[in-house]
C-alpha cells in the first residue's frame, strides 16, 4: 500500500472539500427564500451531530487541550460569521461568483497570518493579494448602477471570515487540537449563536425546503471534516491553490441546475484570482525547495 505524505494527504482532503462545499452552496440555493442565519443554523445543526458521533466513536473527550479555548473560539465567531456571510450571497448572486468571492479566502490567510501567527509577507505575497483583489473587483463590478454590489460586497466579506478561521484552523492544528472537536466546537457555537434568531423569527418551511438544507448540512458537514483535516496536514500556502476547484464545480453545478452562466468580466475576475493562486502555489514550492533564496 502507498503511504501518503502529510501534503499530499491535506490535496486530497482540500478537493473533496472544495467538491463538497460546491454542493452544500447548490443546496443553499435550492432551498428557496429562507433567511441566511436560519439556513445556517440547519447547517450547521448537521455537522454538529456529525462530529459529535464521531467523538463517541473514537471515544474521545469533549474538551479542548489547554490554551486552545481563544483561537476555538475566534475560528467559530469569524466562521460563522463567513458562513451568514456566504450564504447570502449564494441567495442574490450568481452561484460561482459567490463561491469565487469566498474563495478570497486563502489571500485574507495571508493577510491574517501576517498580522496574527507574525509570518513575513514578501514582495510576491503582497503583490499577488493585490492583484487578487483587483479581479474580485471585476466580480463585484462596484458601480450606483449594479444592484448585486451590496451582496457581492457581502460575500467578500464571507470570505475574509473564513480566511480569518482558516488562519485559526492551522493555529489548532499547530497546537495538536482533535479535528473533529474543532468541527464539534464550531458547530455547536454556531448554532447557539443562530438560535436566538430562529426562536424568534422562524420562517415554516415546505418538506422540500427541510430536504435541502439537510443536503447542504450533509456536504457542509465533508467540507468541513474535509478543509479540517487539510489545514491540519499542511500549511494554507501549500495547498490552498487547490481548494479553487470549487469555482469549476460551482460553475459546472450552476450551469446545470441553475441555468447559471457567468458574465465577460465576472469570467475576468475567475481568471485573474485563479492565477494569482497558482502563481502563489509554485512561488511557495520554490521557496520551499529553496529556503535561503529572497
Same mark, same amino acid.
Request: proline share 3%.
Given at each position: 500500500?502507498?503511504?501518503?505524505?502529510?501534503?499530499?494527504?491535506?490535496?486530497?482532503?482540500?478537493?473533496?472539500?472544495?467538491?463538497?462545499?460546491?454542493?452544500?452552496?447548490?443546496f443553499v440555493r435550492l432551498s428557496g427564500d429562507?433567511?441566511?442565519?436560519?439556513?445556517?443554523?440547519?447547517?450547521?445543526?448537521?455537522?454538529?451531530?456529525?462530529?459529535?458521533?464521531?467523538?463517541?466513536?473514537?471515544?474521545?473527550?469533549?474538551?479542548?487541550?489547554?490554551?486552545?479555548?481563544?483561537?476555538?473560539?475566534?475560528?467559530?465567531?469569524?466562521?460563522?460569521?463567513?458562513?451568514?456571510?456566504?450564504?447570502?450571497?449564494?441567495?442574490?448572486?450568481?452561484?460561482?461568483?459567490?463561491?469565487?468571492?469566498?474563495?478570497?479566502?486563502?489571500?485574507?490567510?495571508? @493577510? =491574517? &497570518?501576517?498580522?496574527?501567527?507574525?509570518?513575513?509577507?514578501?514582495? #510576491?505575497?503582497?503583490? +499577488?493579494? %493585490?492583484? $487578487?483583489?483587483?479581479?474580485?473587483?471585476?466580480?463585484?463590478?462596484?458601480?450606483?448602477?449594479?444592484?448585486?454590489?451590496?451582496?457581492?460586497?457581502?460575500?467578500?466579506?464571507?470570505?475574509?471570515?473564513?480566511?480569518?478561521?482558516?488562519?485559526?484552523?492551522?493555529?489548532?492544528?499547530?497546537?495538536?487540537?482533535?479535528?473533529?472537536?474543532?468541527?464539534?466546537?464550531?458547530?455547536?457555537?454556531?448554532?447557539?449563536?443562530?438560535?436566538?434568531?430562529? @426562536? =424568534? &423569527?422562524f420562517q415554516p418551511m415546505e418538506w422540500w425546503?427541510?430536504? #435541502?438544507?439537510?443536503? +447542504?448540512? %450533509?456536504? $457542509?458537514?465533508?467540507?468541513?471534516?474535509?478543509?479540517?483535516?487539510?489545514?491540519?496536514?499542511a500549511p494554507a500556502r501549500e495547498i490552498s491553490?487547490?481548494?479553487?476547484?470549487?469555482?469549476?464545480?460551482?460553475?459546472?453545478?450552476?450551469?446545470?441546475?441553475?441555468?447559471?452562466?457567468?458574465?465577460?468580466?465576472?469570467?475576468?475576475?475567475?481568471?485573474?484570482?485563479?492565477?494569482?493562486?497558482?502563481?502563489?502555489?509554485?512561488?511557495?514550492?520554490?521557496?520551499?525547495?529553496?529556503?535561503?533564496?529572497?
Open positions: 500500500m502507498i503511504k501518503l505524505n502529510n501534503k499530499y494527504k491535506a490535496i486530497i482532503y482540500i478537493i473533496l472539500s472544495a467538491f463538497s462545499f460546491a454542493f452544500m452552496n447548490l429562507i433567511p441566511s442565519l436560519q439556513k445556517s443554523f440547519f447547517r450547521n445543526l448537521v455537522a454538529l451531530i456529525f462530529a459529535s458521533a464521531i467523538l463517541l466513536k473514537n471515544k474521545s473527550e469533549f474538551k479542548w487541550k489547554n490554551g486552545n479555548l481563544k483561537y476555538l473560539i475566534m475560528r467559530s465567531a469569524f466562521g460563522t460569521v463567513g458562513i451568514v456571510c456566504n450564504f447570502y450571497a449564494i441567495d442574490h448572486i450568481p452561484l460561482s461568483d459567490a463561491s469565487i468571492l469566498n474563495k478570497m479566502s486563502p489571500f485574507f490567510v495571508i @493577510i =491574517f &497570518s501576517l498580522i496574527i501567527l507574525k509570518e513575513r509577507l514578501t514582495f #510576491m505575497q503582497g503583490t +499577488a493579494v %493585490l492583484i $487578487a483583489f483587483i479581479g474580485a473587483m471585476f466580480i463585484i463590478k462596484p458601480s450606483f448602477a449594479n444592484i448585486d454590489v451590496l451582496p457581492s460586497l457581502v460575500g467578500l466579506m464571507g470570505g475574509m471570515g473564513a480566511g480569518i478561521a482558516y488562519t485559526m484552523v492551522r493555529i489548532l492544528g499547530n497546537r495538536k487540537e482533535n479535528g473533529s472537536f474543532i468541527v464539534f466546537f464550531f458547530s455547536a457555537f454556531s448554532c447557539i449563536a443562530t438560535l436566538p434568531f430562529l @426562536i =424568534f &423569527s425546503q427541510v430536504l #435541502m438544507l439537510l443536503g +447542504a448540512g %450533509l456536504a $457542509a458537514t465533508g467540507g468541513q471534516f474535509g478543509i479540517t483535516a487539510a489545514y491540519c496536514n491553490v487547490y481548494d479553487y476547484s470549487q469555482i469549476i464545480f460551482a460553475t459546472l453545478l450552476g450551469f446545470i441546475f441553475l441555468g447559471e452562466l457567468p458574465d465577460i468580466y465576472s469570467i475576468i475576475g475567475y481568471v485573474i484570482i485563479c492565477a494569482m493562486a497558482v502563481l502563489m502555489f509554485f512561488y511557495n514550492k520554490r521557496r520551499a525547495c529553496a529556503p535561503d533564496s529572497r
